[in-house]
């Protein structure tokens, strides 16, 4: 396995009671990298996110993270390694503040969650790091809005700080702007290029305007297999693509 992959699947593969949802994938992820997935629906995006992240486990193939074989390791194991998923950690409490929110993320990384009989001014100490991550997201005015109150672009926003707070090495982003207008869908896009400075990101996306504009490699699923990969100018001008994927997209 190469050290300049963070991520590597070997004909990883997933069958439901005769139907395969994921067919020998092979996937390299290079190290500092935002890698997209991408394809249309039913193609098996979100089941190699659940592969991945072991939420399903393989039915064969393996998974090598930094080298490692981590196919037959738990979520918790395999978040503890530095693969977080967004959804996984992103503990949204609607009603509580937008501060209040990265702050229990970063008690999670300091392991007190559950030391309820700890004042809560001993959290105090953590405000600084979750101004900081508020900082990174564009959300700093906002640290005292309640949660529920923040416009939909900025909960993701919130969401990818939460995830943040952990520091993750590998940043898994299942569709970051779905449902969102034009304007929260680039300023969401800008975010993660921002902080995938210092990390690997890769990201299951139907956008094709935020995958041209922040992903390095591109990865296309059809029907659970890999039909093309590349960068978005080689991937979009593939026949393949532009039948299998482009036309559902526009047509």
Not at 76 to 86: D, E, K, M, P
Not at 205 to 213: D, F, P
């Amino acid at each position: 396995m190469s050290t300049d992959y963070i991520l590597q699947t070997r004909d990883l593969t997933k069958e439901f009671k005769g139907f395969v949802a994921v067919d020998k994938v092979n996937l390299q992820v290079q190290r500092g990298t935002i890698h997209a997935l991408i394809g249309p629906n039913g193609a098996g995006k979100t089941t190699v996110f659940n592969l991945l992240t072991k939420f399903l486990t393989p039915t064969r193939g393996t998974i090598h993270f930094n080298g490692i074989d981590i196919t037959p390791e738990r979520s918790a194991q395999i978040a503890r390694r530095g693969v977080v998923r967004s959804f996984q950690i992103s503990a949204v409490f609607p009603h509580l503040s937008v501060l209040e929110n990265v702050r229990i993320a970063l008690q999670r990384k300091l392991g007190t969650s559950f030391h309820f009989w700890r004042s809560a001014k001993s959290l105090d100490v953590l405000n600084g790091r979750a101004m900081e991550l508020l900082e990174a997201v564009d959300l700093r005015s906002f640290a005292d809005t309640v949660t529920v109150e923040l416009p939909y672009g900025r909960k993701r926003a919130l969401e990818i700080a939460t995830t943040l707070a952990l520091e993750p090495e590998l940043m898994l982003l299942d569709e970051p702007t779905q449902g969102m207008g034009h304007e929260d869908v680039g300023r969401v896009a800008d975010l993660i290029k921002r902080v995938a400075a210092n990390r690997t990101v890769l990201m299951v996306e139907h956008n094709l305007g935020v995958v041209s504009h922040i992903c390095d490699t591109i990865t296309v699923l059809q029907r659970g297999a890999v039909l093309a990969e590349g960068p978005y100018e080689v991937v979009s001008a593939d026949a393949r693509v532009l039948e299998a994927y482009m036309g559902t997209a526009h047509g």
